[in-house]
């Protein structure tokens, strides 16, 4: 989030009003209204991390972090993207497999493990409003992490068709989403 306020201000642009982050980038979202709460009016945490569950059913808390990374590129698999973009998406993370297995380990548990329910009770407390948006397929943010995350923010979560992949699969449906939730 200091790397975000640092970017804005050394490009002389306001802070957003509207904040919204998909998979990991919904942690990073949620940590900026957090820390710099000033205009923010809605966070959007669109099949986000951070809604750590703990129960030990919650398939983000029993999986390993070999398993919670592979589901990414399987998603893509069963998903209706297109084979250049599964391509481009599974080699990148084939290259950072190759490159750096030890961080992409870490990412991986960093993500299964992150917990947003402190930022999100102080973005409510500021007057902001959050809206959680999960994807009804998706094997890599859980639904019962979805559900969690709402619980935190006090809100009922927003379901869309799709996969984790739904924003570049279906982009209709951020669309859709972004200009139904006031």
């Known amino acids: 989030s200091e790397w975000i306020e640092a970017f804005l201000e050394s490009t002389g ?4 009003s509207v904040v919204a982050g998909h998979s990991l980038g919904g942690g990073f979202s949620a ?10 009016d809605r966070v959007f945490l669109l099949s986000s991390v951070g ?6 059913n919650d398939l983000a808390q029993t999986r390993s972090a070999l398993e919670w990374s592979l589901s990414l590129p399987l998603d893509l698999l069963v998903s209706q993207a297109s084979s250049s973009h ?3 998406i599974v080699g990148s993370g084939i290259i950072q497999l190759i490159r750096n297995p030890i961080g992409l380990w ?10 947003i329910c402190e930022e999100l009770t102080r973005i409510t407390q500021v007057g902001a409003k959050i809206f959680v948006v999960g994807a009804v397929s998706d094997k890599v943010i859980t639904r019962d992490s979805v559900i969690h995350l709402a619980k935190c923010a006090s809100v009922e979560p927003v379901w869309v068709t799709g996969t984790h992949s739904w924003m570049s699969t279906h982009p209709q449906n951020f669309a859709e989403v972004i200009a139904n939730c006031h």
């Open 13 to 16: 642009e306001d802070r957003p």
């Open 31 to 40: 940590s900026y209204a957090s820390d710099f709460p000033g205009k923010i």
């Open 51 to 56: 809604g750590k569950v703990n129960s030990s």
């Open 86 to 88: 599964v391509a481009s």
């Open 106 to 115: 870490r990412l991986s548990r960093i993500a299964r493990n992150y917990q």
